[in-house]
Antibody, heavy 123, light 111 residues
Framework: QLQLQESGPGLVKPSETLSLTCTVS??????????WGWIRQPPAKGLEWIGS???????YYNPSLKSRVTLSVDTSKNQFSLNLSSVTAADTAVYYC???????????????WGQGILVTVSS | QSVLTQPPSVSGAPGQRVTISCTGS?????????VHWYQQLPGTAPKLLIY???NRPSGVPDRFSGSKSGTSASLAITGLQAEDEADYYC???????????FGGGTNLTVL
């Protein structure tokens, strides 16, 4: 059974870079039919897609965050990572990693999800 | 402002049927991109509920069903149970944004 687990600091100072890693277990990150994604949820708010990455390194970013986001993948460790630079209080959220199942170009969904990690931006 | 529009809240009595709408546009749902639904129980991560507009993953009760028409989609829950109290999100892909998008979420209260 595929499982994902987020890890990283729970507190980041304003203007610094938020760095999180997602470890995939129970399956390979090097799958031809899957991408991997990051989604965040500010307190008491809805879900926001941050970006997605393929195991070969192809990346897709939310236009509203593109200038500050970098995704990377380490197939040897079965991990993928998120870097979000120049953070502010508005970046405080629960960050989830998830597998993006791609069946066709028009049919793709996130499943499963990691349990999430709360990252607070504060001095 | 979410690209996909959902009602903020819906409610129903145990045993009743409720529906949650998800309204998009010609750049997402209307562009033939499929709609997927997630259930988020309090304090937990979202869980896939419906994929490909109307398909249920293994383990999801058949009380949950999804449909899509034009630029909108709907999630129906029949035989409401207290355990269905949760937030529900729709998700699709948007060609204008070149990315995946979520609805704002709907909070379901079982009266």
């Amino acid at each position: 059974q595929l499982q994902l687990q987020e890890s990283g600091p729970g507190l980041v100072k304003p203007s610094e870079t938020l760095s999180l890693t997602c470890t995939v277990s129970g399956g390979s990150i090097s799958s031809n039919s899957h991408y991997w994604g990051w989604i965040r949820q500010p307190p008491a708010k809805g879900l926001e897609w941050i970006g997605s990455i393929y195991y070969r390194g192809n990346t897709y970013y939310n236009p509203s965050l593109k200038s500050r986001v970098t995704l990377s993948v380490d197939t040897s460790k079965n991990q993928f990572s998120l870097n979000l630079s120049s953070v502010t209080a508005a970046d405080t959220a629960v960050y989830y990693c998830a597998r993006l199942v791609v069946v066709t170009a028009t049919n793709n969904w996130f499943d499963p999800w990691g349990q999430g990690i709360l990252v607070t931006v504060s001095s | 402002q979410s690209v996909l529009t959902q009602p903020p809240s819906v409610s129903g009595a145990p045993g009743q049927r409720v529906t949650i709408s998800c309204t998009g546009s010609s750049s997402n749902i209307g562009a033939t991109y499929d709609v997927h639904w997630y259930q988020q129980l309090p304090g937990t991560a979202p869980k896939l509920l419906i994929y490909g507009n109307s398909n249920r993953p293994s383990g999801v009760p058949d009380r949950f069903s999804g449909s899509k028409s034009g630029t909108s989609a709907s999630l129906a829950i029949t035989g409401l149970q207290a355990e269905d109290e949760a937030d529900y999100y729709c998700q699709s892909y948007d060609t204008s944004l070149s990315g995946w998008v979520f609805g704002g979420g709907t909070n379901l209260t079982v009266l």
